[in-house]
């Protein structure tokens, strides 16, 4: 029997993560002033800048 077989094993469904990682160059203080806003809001910094972004994606349709 392999691991995880068992009824109620693994990973539960949840909402689906993000599946692409991108490398994005900032400087020490544009990311610095990233992280101060994003602690405003109570978001990791990777969801503010993916929640900005997002944001202006769409609002140029």
């Known amino acids: 029997m ?3 077989a068992r009824k109620g094993a693994g990973r ?3 909402p689906t ?3 692409s ?3 994005i ?3 020490p203080d544009e990311w610095a002033e ?3 806003a994003a602690e ?3 978001e990791s910094a990777s969801e503010f800048v993916r929640t900005a ?3 202006r994606a769409r609002s140029t349709k």
């Open 53 to 55: 972004a997002l944001e």
């Open 17 to 19: 993560p993000p599946t």
């Open 34 to 36: 990233v992280e101060e």
């Open 2 to 4: 392999r691991g995880g």
């Open 25 to 27: 160059r900032w400087n």
């Open 40 to 42: 405003r809001v109570e």
């Open 12 to 14: 539960k469904a949840g």
């Open 21 to 23: 990682s991108k490398t």
